[in-house]
């Protein structure tokens, strides 16, 4: 059984098809990147995956199961955690609070429950604050804990984001530009972090990325989309000089 495969994928706007007959496989515990210029498709796939878009037709299926149809939120309960290409962090709450909100899908308490402050309310209150401090450990944003958002740099509001969404306990892990915004410094430690979630927390990463530096040193396999369409895939290497890969960048 494949890990992870999506089959067929369309999904059409009005005229535009953004996402165009897209198949491929995942293996566990891969890093497997998606590249392409500008409106290839490529965030439309990732909103197409965790469900904020209904396919036009193809399927998704996650671990044998068929999840095309499920909600954001069952695709979030099913291990699928995903960061977004713009930072969307609650600015005025603390890094610690953040990661707590990232935790809510694993919350198996009734809003009466929370109410009489029951004993399992407050055991998975233990829990979730434990899976948000094991989180800042690997990530080492520890000393960022009770910093509000707002007054943090960008560098590293990213790494939070990446935090949050490993905070709901994924298998797989959607990142959508992890190096974008990012100096060179950053990029190469962004790079570290995708290294240490893949190996050390056994994590399978899609991801999408423009800095070419960052998907060569990270990825196992690459995809390149134009036009919704797959235009090759393969190692970071055979792909970058695939000659429709190399005319479709010059192109864009
Ligand atoms: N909800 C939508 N309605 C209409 N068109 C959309 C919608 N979402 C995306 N598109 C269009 O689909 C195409 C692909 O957009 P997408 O954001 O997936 O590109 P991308 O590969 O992520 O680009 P970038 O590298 O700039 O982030 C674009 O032409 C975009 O305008
Ligand atoms: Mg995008």
Redesign the pocket.
């Known amino acids: 059984m494949t890990f992870f495969d999506v089959k067929n994928l369309t999904v059409k ?2 005229g ?1 098809t ?2 165009d007959d897209v198949s491929f496989g995942l293996n566990e515990g891969e890093v497997f990147t998606i590249i ?12 197409l995956i965790s469900r904020l ?1 209904t396919p036009s037709a193809g399927q998704i299926i996650f671990r044998g199961e068929d999840v095309t149809r499920l909600s954001a939120q069952q695709i979030a309960g099913r291990g699928i955690a995903r960061t977004f ?1 713009n930072i969307e962090l609650f600015e005025s709450a603390s890094t610690l609070q953040n990661l707590l909100v990232g935790r809510h899908r694993h919350s198996t308490t009734r809003p009466w429950q929370d109410i009489l402050r029951t004993k399992k309310v407050r055991e998975e209150e233990v829990a979730h604050r434990r899976a948000a401090e094991e989180v800042m450990d690997v990530l080492r944003l520890q000393r960022y804990r009770d910093t509000t958002i707002g007054a943090l740099p960008y560098g590293v509001r990213k790494v939070i984001e990446v935090a949050r969404a490993l905070c709901v306990g994924p298998t797989l892990l959607l990142l ?2 992890p190096s974008s915004g990012l100096n060179v410094e950053e990029t190469n430690a962004m790079a570290e972090w995708i290294l240490e979630i893949n190996r050390r927390l056994r994590v399978t990463v899609l991801m ?1 990325e ?1 800095d070419m530096s960052l998907v060569s040193r990270v990825s196992d396999r690459v995809l390149a ?1 134009n036009y ?1 369409k797959m235009m090759a895939i393969g190692t970071s290497a055979e792909v970058q000089g695939h000659p429709d890969v190399i005319a479709a960048y010059l192109g864009a």
């Open positions: 706007f009005g535009l953004a996402v392409g210029p500008n409106g290839a498709g490529k965030t439309t796939l990732f909103n878009y290409q959508d530009e999408v423009h989309l919704g």
